[in-house]
């Protein structure tokens, strides 16, 4: 028996225009430098999602303690509205819950949110638990891997919920990055405060299952000649993003050897793959990827529309394109689809998807 995906939902906050971020944020946070506006200008991004809007709110300075605990008032809801969904969607009861996943990398709380939300939601006192924490934007990948293991095993079903604020983690700005004369530490927080936004995602699997996506294979790839690329350091000012521009052309080196790999287990090649959920790191992302894999535009449309109507929300992003992939493209019975993700290590994940009914 296999596991497949029965149930999906999301959870957002309140939108953020990306221009008026910069007009009414970080064009002064920044002292309007030249390459600190570039960037902005080419984010491919219209829209983010925050819980908290620098616009109104600057919490650059907070300290990290202070950051996870709005970390927890601000997520408690965001997850019961996105787990409750996807629960919903399947048409499942909390009760129902074999194993209940949580992934996240931009907080953390004692009890944890698996231990809150459970008991919030009504889930049964004997659900089983699993966090996964800070491996970054790739995440959702192994999550679904290792709880699609657990449905296929035990035969329940399980939830997983991928939540990120990454609106808690602006940095404070530099004297480097006013003066006009960025580092290159510099410009690696320019694009991570251009790039990244907040999200809640949830998925329901159920073994066997008439009808969904069923979870056939998880590949990973990490690099760890490049391990230093990409990095999510905890600070004492909130957690610090480390972005190599060399990031795309390491997977470019990666990326179709990775797939190749994951649908020659199956049989398959490029050309038979119905669907792409492509993580949409950066524009440059999901451009190399559909250079090196030979796409067209036409087939990566989900991961720029998400892109550039919510941002780049970490592990939440590849479930927010899957459900754009859903709505948008007609992937047949037996048809199969592709999730990748990317990040720290640096690593690369990809995952299989087969539809039924």
């Known amino acids: 028996m296999d596991a497949t995906l029965t149930g999906a939902a999301h959870a957002l906050p309140a939108p953020m225009d990306q221009q008026q971020l910069w007009d009414g944020f970080f064009k002064d946070h920044y002292a309007d430098a030249r390459l600190a506006r570039k960037v902005w200008e080419h984010s491919a991004i219209t829209t983010r999602r925050g819980v908290v809007d620098p616009t109104s709110e600057d ?66 006192d004997s659900v089983q638990r699993l966090h996964i924490g800070h491996m970054g934007c790739y995440a959702a990948l192994p999550g679904l891997g290792a709880t699609a293991d657990f449905v296929a095993a035990r035969q329940r079903p399980a939830v997983m919920l991928c939540i990120e604020l990454t609106s808690l983690h602006v940095q404070p700005t530099t004297e480097t990055a006013r003066s006009g004369s960025p580092t290159s530490e510099d410009l690696q927080q320019m694009v991570a405060h251009a790039l990244f936004s907040d999200a809640a ?49 390491v997977l470019a080196r990666h990326a179709k050897p990775v797939v190749e790999e994951l ?90 998807l087969r539809r039924r009914g």
């Open 59 to 124: 919490i650059s300075s907070w300290g990290t303690a202070a950051r996870m605990q709005r970390f927890l008032a601000e997520a408690m809801p965001l997850g019961k509205e996105a787990v409750g969904g996807a629960l919903g969607d399947a048409g499942l009861d909390p009760a129902d819950v074999g194993l209940f996943t949580v992934v996240s990398c931009t907080g953390y709380v004692t009890p944890g949110l698996d231990i809150l939300l459970a008991r919030d939601l009504g889930m049964t």
């Open 201 to 249: 995602a949830a998925v329901v699997l159920e073994p066997g299952g008439a009808r969904g996506m069923e979870v056939v294979d998880v590949v990973a790839r990490t690099d760890h000649a490049t391990s230093d690329h990409m990095t999510w350091d905890v600070t004492d000012l909130g957690f610090k993003m480390g972005l190599s521009p060399s990031v795309p052309d």
């Open 263 to 352: 649908l020659g287990r199956h049989g398959l090649a490029v050309g038979d793959v119905d669907g792409w959920a492509v993580h949409p790191g950066g524009r440059k992302i999901v451009e190399v990827v559909g250079e090196v894999l030979e796409l067209p535009e036409e087939l990566l449309a989900p991961s720029y529309d998400v892109l550039r109507d919510v941002g780049n929300c970490s592990s939440a992003t590849v479930l927010l394109v899957l459900e754009r992939l859903a709505e948008t493209v007609d992937v047949p019975t037996g048809g199969t689809v592709v999730a990748m993700a990317f990040g720290p290590g640096l690593t690369l994940y990809a995952a299989l």
